[in-house]
């Protein structure tokens, strides 16, 4: 009996990734309280919790962008059209006003995320790509449907409020076909490959455990 042949490009890494990590992808897309923010079904307070959420996750992960930017594999990584962190503190100004820093309250499971994210994203590569491939490749695929969907039903401005999801100068598709081709030159050796799926799908479930808390806090 023969064996199924192995479809072309099967064993790159960024298909792998997909591959392996595809339930947890799947469990963070289907977010009760993303799709309740998207039909406008919680108050505006819900989605500025989602963002001051999202502005200690991303202070994390781009805190550590600066530490690991002399790491030969990191630095082909960074890309400076992606930081959020600029929109993120916009977004929260819009909502909060002026002294929006005393609004920011990290919630249990976004500690979690950050400690984990700060541990694994300043020692190695495989530990940072992780977490930013989870990130950025997200905002650019879902963010970019979920995004002008929040605008409409909170009625935000063209960008104000939302500028966490808008990459000015930035082709969605064309982004994410670069950066797997990155993905796919890198060379981690089995073992490392490994290490890098494997944080992806923490990566998930750590988001995840995120989008139920904020679930829970705002029904």
């Not at 993303?34 to 406008?40: F, S, V």
Request: aromatic letters at 12%; one cysteine or more; proline letters at 6%.
């Amino acid at each position: 009996m023969s064996l199924m042949a192995v479809p072309p490009g099967a064993d790159r890494l960024s298909v792998r990734v997909r591959r392996n990590t595809v339930g947890d992808h799947d469990a963070a897309q289907r977010s009760g309280f993303l799709d309740a923010l998207a039909a406008g079904r919680l108050p505006w307070e819900a989605y500025a919790d989602l963002t001051a959420q999202h502005w200690f996750i991303y202070e994390a992960l781009e805190s550590a962008a600066t530490t690991m930017a002399d790491d030969p594999v990191v630095g082909t990584f960074l890309f400076p059209e992606l930081r959020r962190l600029p929109s993120l503190e916009a977004d929260l100004r819009y909502l909060y006003g002026p002294r929006w820093a005393d609004h920011l309250f990290a919630l249990p499971s976004t500690t979690t995320y950050c400690t984990r994210l700060r541990h694994v994203a300043h020692l190695a590569a495989t530990g940072f790509v992780a977490h930013q491939y989870t990130r950025y490749i997200g905002d650019l695929s879902g963010g970019q449907y979920l995004g002008p969907a929040i605008a409409q039903s909170y009625g935000l401005p063209a960008a104000d409020g939302h500028r966490f999801f808008l990459f000015n100068g930035v082709d969605p598709r064309a982004f994410k076909d670069h950066y797997r081709a990155l993905l796919d030159s890198v060379p981690w050796s089995p073992h490392e490959q490994e290490e890098f799926i494997t944080e992806v799908a923490e990566a998930y479930r750590l988001n995840i455990g995120v989008l139920t808390e904020l679930q829970r806090r705002w029904g």
